[in-house]
């Protein structure tokens, strides 16, 4: 795994093709020593990978390049995830982050939807499904002395806003895999107006679920007023918590503009640097040097980066079915026989959006469905819509498959750690939300395109 990253990055940096070479044999070597940790996912991603590679060499006989751009691709996901778990590592560590997530956790029922949604969708900057695993017990623990049914209500509108902010983090994060995998294959994509654009869908689709969410529990009783204990705000965690946020943005502008290279890379450089930054200054205290902080920074990798085997696997294999079967799509004949370039340009947003969530039920996995549009897209010689809207409404289409799809990652991961069924999760609790919130992207796309 640390081969992986090294040799990516060196890749990136020299475009010296030996380094290519070797993160390949590295990666290769990750997928073999992981066979154990292969469950019925993996199967399925892997057994596609080896029907469509089949189909395409034997079939299509698609040159060499092709087949080096989709596992360019898989491999370029799987450092992405290792360097971000690596931010991931030092954050559960961090008592600042425990702080600000109890300090969530326990706002008043007027705040509570605000508060879950914005820092859970915040925190996953440098969390990443970190911090559904940070909140869920908190969650839990928050609501364990309440009456039966309250607590069931509490832990349920908690735990709706908790992924919902995780989902949409996806619309305008630095660090969202979505946005990163699409930058890299749309050209003209501006990363600055994608977040602007990104934090207005995000702030609209926040307000309609604290609407849905005060709609639904209308004629829920409320408990018996308690006398409450005073929330201080834990101002040192904030200001800890987004000092290293700020650290993460300088670092990436710095090492974009003195390498010349894309904002993705900066990113995949800073991620190391603030993980040892940050690794230090937790244990400054108690030790001046960055020794400690190198010495966790080592156990970190040979010991924590392992546990992202399962995800691993996953996000690469759906790289490559992205990428190669993106390139078996003819897409010039595809664009014409659908009309997208005579399509009013907030129409091909929408479709665009609305088409990620029906792959996601098929088990479809949502970076392969952005790896996918991001590639056909890439590959017209003119775009039916601007780039930076249409790289939004892939990634708006991925936020809103993570609240539909009982397949998602995030919705698998929430039920695995309190026991709800991913169905309930999605289709049982966010159904009305999903639709308001798909029914608001149309006015948003309406309103960007100027009616166009």
């Not at 925190?123 to 309440?146: H, R």
Request: net charge positive.
């Amino acid at each position: 795994m640390v081969i992986v990253m090294v040799t990516m990055l060196c890749a990136r940096a020299t475009s010296m093709p030996v380094f290519n070479f070797i993160s390949y044999c590295a990666a290769a070597g990750v997928f073999f020593c992981s066979w154990r940790l292969i469950g019925l996912r993996e199967i399925y991603l892997l057994s596609v990978c080896g029907c469509l590679t089949a189909f395409a060499l034997l079939v299509l006989q698609m040159p060499w390049e092709i087949f080096q751009t989709a596992i360019n691709q898989a491999v370029f996901l799987m450092a992405f995830l290792l360097l971000l778990a690596l931010l991931h590592e030092a954050a559960v560590t961090s008592t600042a982050v425990a702080n600000c997530g109890q300090f969530l956790t326990r706002q008043p029922p007027a705040k509570r939807y605000f508060a879950v949604f914005g820092g859970s969708n915040i925190m996953s900057v440098l969390f990443n499904l970190g911090i559904i695993s940070l909140l869920t017990p908190l969650i839990q623990k928050g609501v364990e002395k309440e009456q039966t049914d309250v607590a069931d209500i509490r832990e349920r509108r908690q735990l709706t806003s908790m992924l919902r902010g995780f989902s949409w983090s996806v619309a305008w994060s630095p660090t969202a895999i979505a946005p990163l995998a699409v930058l890299e294959l749309i050209d003209g994509i501006s990363r600055e107006w994608w977040s602007i654009y990104g934090l207005m869908c995000t702030a609209a689709i926040c307000i309609i679920g604290w609407a849905e969410d005060r709609w639904r529990f209308r004629h829920v009783q409320r408990s018996p007023a308690r006398p409450r204990q005073q929330l201080k705000l834990p101002l040192l965690a904030l200001v800890s918590f987004f000092s290293v946020l700020l650290s993460l943005v300088c670092l990436t502008i710095l090492v974009s503009f003195f390498f010349g290279e894309s904002f993705v890379f900066g990113l995949l450089v800073s991620c190391p640097l603030v993980m040892i930054l940050w690794l230090w200054a937790q244990n400054h205290q108690r030790d001046k040097t960055p020794a400690t902080a190198l010495k966790c920074a080592a156990g970190i990798c040979l010991t924590r980066l392992p546990e992202n085997a399962k995800i691993m696997l996953a996000l690469a294999s759906s790289g490559y079915i992205g990428m190669l079967s993106a390139e078996m799509v003819p897409a010039e004949y595809l664009s014409d026989n659908l009309g997208l370039m005579s399509m009013p340009d907030y129409m091909v947003l929408i479709c665009l959006t609305v088409v990620m969530m029906p792959f996601s039920w098929l088990g479809v996995s949502p970076i392969m469905m952005a790896v996918f549009f991001g590639s056909l897209l890439g590959s017209l010689p003119v775009l039916p819509v601007d780039p930076t809207l249409a790289a939004l409404a892939i990634s708006c289409g991925w936020a809103l498959s993570m609240t539909t799809s009982p397949f998602a990652t995030v919705v698998l991961m929430v039920s695995s750690l309190n026991g709800k069924s991913p169905l309930q999760l999605t289709l049982g609790w966010n159904s009305v939300f999903s639709i308001m919130a798909t029914l608001c992207l149309c006015v948003i796309f309406f309103m960007l395109t100027g009616g166009r």
